[in-house]
Structure formats: C-alpha cells, structure tokens
C-alpha cells in the first residue's frame, strides 16, 4: 500500500475562494481524521470519520469549513470562503479500529491563503 | 482536561547527548500515550508507545517515562544523532473515543 495520499501537495489561493483538500486513507483503515498544523497551535483535530460517517467535528473552527467521505477511499476537506488565518499545513490521517493503534499521516498539504 | 501539555517548545542537544521532552495530561481516561516523529515536509509518524499499567517502555535509543500518579510522561533519545532532529509530539487518547490530543510539538535539533 502507497500510504494516506494526500493532494494537492501545496495550494495557494486568493482570500475568498473556494478550496479543496483531498484524501486517498489506507485501505482497510475504517477510521479517517483531518488534522490542521500550525507553529502556534500545532496538531489540531478537526474532524473524524468512521466507516464514512462524520463521529467528531467539534474541531472544526466554524461554517466556513466543511468535511465529506462519500466511500471509504476517499475524503475531502472544503473551505469556502477561504480566509488568510486558514493557512495551515492540513494532514489526513487513518487507522484501524478495535483499540488504540497506530495513525498514519499523509504527508499533508500546505495552504496558503493570500 | 482535554489537553496535552508539551514541553519544551524547542531543545538543542550536542551529539551524543540525552534529549528529553515532557508532557503532562489531566484527563484521567486516557489510557494510550503515543510520541509522533515528524521531518521536515513529512507527516508525523508514530516512533513509540505506551500504556499507563506499565512505568517506561525502551525500544533501541528511545525510552518513554510514565509516571500515572503525576499525569505525566516523557519521551528519552539516548546518545542522540543528528538524524534524530525533528519534530516531536506527544499524544494522548481514550479507548473508544479514537481520537488522538496531542501536545504543540517540541522541535529538536542535534549539533554534531
């Protein structure tokens, strides 16, 4: 397996715009989680799904962001409108169930909101 | 409560030397204690683990504290490299809940 897949790798947009984040978990992982990176507040939840279905999104900062898993190989992370505060290095991450185990990161994007 | 608290925000070791890094938790349900590694570019990985039955767990170089009845645990990297600059991140969770809190991250450079 080639790992979390992240795309895309880098994104800079103008304040305003709609953006889109995308996640390709691991297959066989039934739990997905969007974490956001910053110097100041380091690793933060955003929001996580099991079997697809959103269990926690008490992380994400307000209206303006929104989360989707249509199946189990795929999750996007949509902003809009997108604001300069948003930007951010934004990781997916996924793993099994039954227990605490290991998360796998992908190696995120990094948004820049200009 | 919810809370990982990590320190030091950064640390410079000369090679060869120990780094240590603390992080100390309130909520006592968290019963999973991971330390993340992360390079530059890359997402973190997980580097090693430990439960709160047991008080320190060593895989090669690296070795985890807990001590239960303070609420917290720290991350030891014996003769340190410098390929072991990065950085690191505690992480606490609950079984059941999945989801990992983890600390601001503690960014570690080693001078050869």
């Known amino acids: 397996d080639a790992g979390v897949i992240q795309s895309p790798r880098h994104e800079v947009t103008e304040m305003g715009q709609e953006v889109t984040l995308r996640c390709k978990p691991i297959s066989g992982h039934d739990y997905l989680f969007w974490y956001r990176q910053t110097m100041m507040r380091g690793l933060e939840l955003l929001i996580y799904f099991n079997n697809n279905v959103p269990i926690d999104d008490s992380g994400m900062p307000e209206d303006r962001f929104s989360a989707k898993m249509p199946n189990a190989s795929f999750s996007t992370l949509k902003i809009q409108p997108s604001e300069p505060r948003d930007s951010a290095v934004y990781f997916c991450?996924?793993?099994?169930?039954?227990?605490?185990?290991?998360?796998?990161f992908g190696q995120g994007t990094r948004l820049t909101v200009v | 409560q919810q809370q990982v608290k990590q320190s030091p925000q950064s640390l410079i070791v000369q090679k060869g030397g120990i780094s240590i890094i603390n992080c100390a938790y309130e909520n006592t349900a968290f019963d999973y204690f991971p330390w993340y590694q992360q390079f530059p570019g890359k997402g973190p990985a997980l580097l090693i683990a430990?439960?709160?039955?047991?008080s320190e767990k060593k895989e090669g170089r690296f070795t985890i504290s807990f001590n239960k009845s303070a609420k917290q645990f720290s991350l030891h990297i014996m003769d340190s490299q410098p390929g072991d600059s990065a950085t690191y991140f505690c992480?606490?969770?609950?079984?059941?809940?999945?989801?990992?809190?983890f600390g601001t991250g503690t960014r570690l450079k080693v001078l050869a």
């Open positions: 991450a996924s793993r099994v169930g039954g227990g605490p185990t290991e998360a796998f």
């Open positions: 430990i439960r709160p039955d047991v």
């Open positions: 992480a606490a969770t609950t079984s059941g809940t999945y989801k990992y809190i």
